[in-house]
Structure formats: structure tokens, C-alpha cells
């Protein structure tokens, strides 16, 4: 097998030929942040928080669809890609809901985890917000909408691993959202014993509903103070 040695945030590195630069990065115990990225799933290169600075380049390049090439020089927590990426993160959190204490992710949800890494409270800028009604009249899942950061897993996990194809995002903008067929309730027979978009959700837009409020034991919900 062919292979490409590179230079990572300093130190030489070696991959095989046509590996993504997030995959190098996650080889040699580097963790580079990601809301669309799944191991299990086609790219999507969606959320851009991925992002690294690669010398030569005039724009920070998403390191899960970049390949390595041979010389090449990668930083991935370079001042300037931890401003891009802190500035992503703020602009999804004022236009998420915020309602992380009622939350079924919680703790385990996975914007709120890359927010805590970058040090990334309350966000600086303010944004027009989207309303939806909570869609839990469903048999199979409950669906928040306002919570959705549009990374696109569950549209993929439908496709290529139920190979149902029932997700979609439709509309443009603002008012580009996760739909359901044609924009139906999210009802389908076939839901009943799935639970993978739900599985590949990194928020808490997706919830089985017998699993609604249960959390999960290996990471309760942390209470301090009081």
C-alpha cells in the first residue's frame, strides 16, 4: 500500500495514500471536531467545523473530504482555525433552542460537548430563530426541529443503512429544514423497529419515544451547586 508522509501540527506523520486528513488526524490521537461526519456514512461536509489550516492554501480546507498529499503541512488547532470554529459553534448555538436542561441528550449531546472544548458559552451574536411545533403525536419517534443543526446524518443513516431514502432536507435559507416524505408527520411503519437516524443524531432533534426522558446511566445528568 502506498503511503504519504506529511507534516502534523509539527511533527511528521505517515497515512495511506488517499486517507482524509480528519482520518490521519484521528490515527495519531488528534481529535478534530465534527457535527456531520459519521464513520458509518457517506460525506456530507456540512458543518465545516472540521476545518484545518493547510500551508498553501488560501482558505481553511474541511479535513473530512481533504486528502493527503505528499509535503503537505497541517495545523489543526491553529489560532486561526480555533477563531473559525468557535465563531461556528456561536452562530449554531444562537440559533439553536437552548433548552439543554430539558434535553434528552443532555450531557451526551455532542454540539454541547465541542462548545464546552472550545470554551464557548453564551454566543456573542443573535440571530432570527426557527419555531417549530414539537411533532410527538408519532407512534415511533418524537421529532424537535428547533434543535436540528441540519449535520444531515439521519438523512444518510435513512438511506444507506435502513435504505429506507424516508429523510430529506427540503426548503432553501431560512427555512431549509429535515422532512419527512413530503413533508409529512414522521409516522412511517417502517420507523417502528428502527432508531437509526435517532442512533446518529448528535443532538436531541431525534428521540425514540419510549425512550423519552430516560437517560442514559453511563452519563447522568450532572447537578452542581445548590
Not at 465534527?34 to 456514512?41: D, G, M, Q, V
Not at 480546507?61 to 486561526?80: D, F, G, L, W
Not at 443573535?126 to 424537535?144: I, M, N, W
Amino acid at each position: 500500500m502506498d503511503t504519504v508522509a506529511v507534516t502534523l501540527n509539527g511533527s511528521p506523520a505517515v497515512g495511506p495514500a488517499g486517507i482524509s486528513i480528519l482520518e490521519l488526524a484521528r490515527e495519531q490521537g488528534i481529535q478534530i471536531p465534527t457535527l456531520c461526519f459519521h464513520s458509518e456514512l457517506s460525506l456530507a461536509g456540512a458543518c465545516r467545523l472540521c476545518v484545518v489550516e493547510v500551508s498553501g492554501s488560501r482558505t481553511l480546507v474541511a479535513s473530512c473530504h481533504t486528502p493527503i498529499a505528499s509535503n503537505m503541512v497541517i495545523q489543526t488547532h491553529s489560532p486561526r482555525v480555533l477563531k473559525a470554529r468557535t465563531i461556528l459553534v456561536e452562530l449554531l448555538l444562537a440559533s439553536h433552542s437552548g433548552n439543554c436542561w430539558s434535553c434528552d441528550k443532555a450531557n451526551i449531546c455532542e454540539l454541547r460537548q465541542i462548545a464546552a472544548d472550545l470554551g464557548v458559552g453564551l454566543p456573542r451574536f443573535h440571530s432570527r430563530k426557527r419555531h417549530y411545533a414539537l411533532e410527538e403525536a408519532g407512534p415511533y419517534l418524537v421529532r424537535d426541529l428547533n434543535k436540528c443543526v441540519q449535520c444531515r446524518r439521519c438523512v444518510r443513516a435513512c438511506r444507506e443503512i435502513k435504505g429506507a431514502g424516508l429523510l430529506s432536507m427540503a426548503y432553501r435559507g431560512f427555512y431549509c429544514k429535515l422532512v419527512a416524505g413530503a413533508d409529512g408527520p414522521l409516522e412511517a411503519e417502517i420507523c417502528r423497529d428502527c432508531g437509526e437516524c435517532v442512533a446518529v443524531c448528535p443532538v436531541g432533534a431525534l428521540t425514540r419515544t419510549e425512550e423519552r426522558f430516560v437517560r442514559n446511566k453511563e452519563t447522568p445528568l450532572v447537578v452542581t451547586g445548590g
